[in-house]
């Protein structure tokens, strides 16, 4: 257990934190790890939004001369998310999914982001606030979320744990940079495969809602995993599978 006194004096980070984050050592070079075990402490015991200032707050080094260094840790990424994914998605099957098929859910949110240097944002429909008849825009950053669907024996209900996320940057981002559009349907069917390779001789069954009800990527998945989605309204159900 973490003791807020402890922390909040500026003491080390606790020798139990660094056990059980050991897998993700690999991940980031020695600098970069000392500041990430800071943030993860923080995002443990802070209340409310889980900020790198909140976090820095909480354990006592909001006055940090390195302050910029802990936001680096996010801005900068210069370690890769698939890398650190991957022991993630390990620990949460190890721990709670050890036999039983293993459900993942997709789907998509919106960061709602503004300002020049934010380059992969875009204008997306606002599925919150907007309705049939109302069309509400907003500015930000699209992520593309996998969380694995099962119980959690403490909670006494399923729960939605994320285990890759991926940004699906906007068509004027990949244009400015000179990259090949990819769809968002392009993002899921990347994602999926490599949940896949990452769960060899694991039943696999992905959860969507009607976008993910796409040929290509029903195609794609299907040979090794089980994709249900709900279908579209428009959907042409007389010819078998």
Same mark, same amino acid.
């Given at each position: 257990?973490?003791?807020?006194?402890?922390?909040?004096?500026?003491?080390?980070?606790?020798?139990?934190?660094?056990?059980?984050?050991?897998?993700?050592?690999?991940?980031?070079?020695?600098?970069?790890?000392?500041?990430?075990?800071?943030?993860? =402490?923080?995002?443990?015991? %802070? $209340?409310?939004? !889980?900020?790198?200032? #909140?976090?820095?707050?909480? +354990?006592?080094?909001?006055?940090?001369?390195?302050?910029?260094?802990?936001?680096?840790?996010?801005?900068?990424?210069?370690?890769?998310?698939?890398?650190?994914?991957?022991?993630?998605?390990?620990?949460?099957?190890?721990?709670?999914?050890?036999?039983?098929?293993?459900?993942?859910?997709?789907?998509?949110?919106?960061?709602?982001?503004?300002?020049?240097?934010?380059?992969?944002?875009?204008?997306?429909?606002?599925?919150?606030?907007?309705?049939?008849?109302?069309?509400?825009?907003?500015?930000?950053?699209?992520?593309?979320?996998? =969380?694995?669907?099962?119980? %959690? $024996?403490?909670? !006494?209900?399923?729960? #939605?744990?994320?285990?890759? +996320?991926?940004?699906?940057?906007?068509?004027?981002?990949?244009?400015?940079?000179?990259?090949?559009?990819?769809?968002?349907?392009?993002?899921?069917?990347?994602?999926?495969?490599?949940?896949?390779?990452?769960?060899?001789?694991?039943?696999?069954?992905?959860?969507?809602?009607?976008?993910?009800?796409?040929?290509?990527?029903?195609?794609?998945?299907?040979?090794?995993?089980?994709?249900?989605?709900?279908?579209?309204?428009?959907?042409?159900?007389?010819?078998?599978?």
């Amino acid at each position: 257990m973490l003791h807020h006194s402890n922390i909040a004096a500026g003491d080390s980070v606790p020798n139990i934190l660094r056990q059980w984050l050991q897998p993700w050592r690999s991940c980031f070079t020695a600098p970069s790890w000392e500041h990430v075990l800071v943030l993860v =402490m923080g995002a443990l015991l %802070v $209340p409310g939004k !889980r900020t790198i200032s #909140a976090c820095l707050r909480m +354990t006592g080094r909001i006055d940090a001369r390195n302050f910029a260094s802990y936001h680096q840790i996010l801005n900068r990424v210069r370690w890769k998310e698939q890398c650190a994914a991957q022991p993630l998605l390990g620990a949460v099957i190890d721990k709670l999914v050890p036999a039983a098929p293993i459900v993942i859910g997709r789907d998509d949110t919106i960061e709602r982001r503004w300002g020049c240097r934010i380059s992969a944002r875009g204008i997306y429909r606002d599925p919150a606030r907007s309705s049939q008849g109302h069309f509400v825009k907003a500015s930000g950053l699209r992520w593309l979320c996998f =969380m694995v669907l099962t119980p %959690v $024996p403490w909670a !006494r209900l399923a729960k #939605a744990l994320s285990v890759l +996320t991926l940004l699906a940057p906007s068509e004027r981002s990949d244009h400015r940079c000179g990259r090949r559009r990819k769809l968002l349907t392009d993002w899921a069917r990347q994602g999926a495969l490599q949940l896949c390779r990452w769960l060899p001789g694991r039943r696999v069954i992905f959860v969507g809602d009607s976008s993910s009800a796409v040929h290509e990527l029903a195609h794609t998945i299907t040979p090794c995993a089980t994709l249900i989605s709900r279908p579209r309204l428009d959907a042409s159900l007389f010819v078998p599978p």
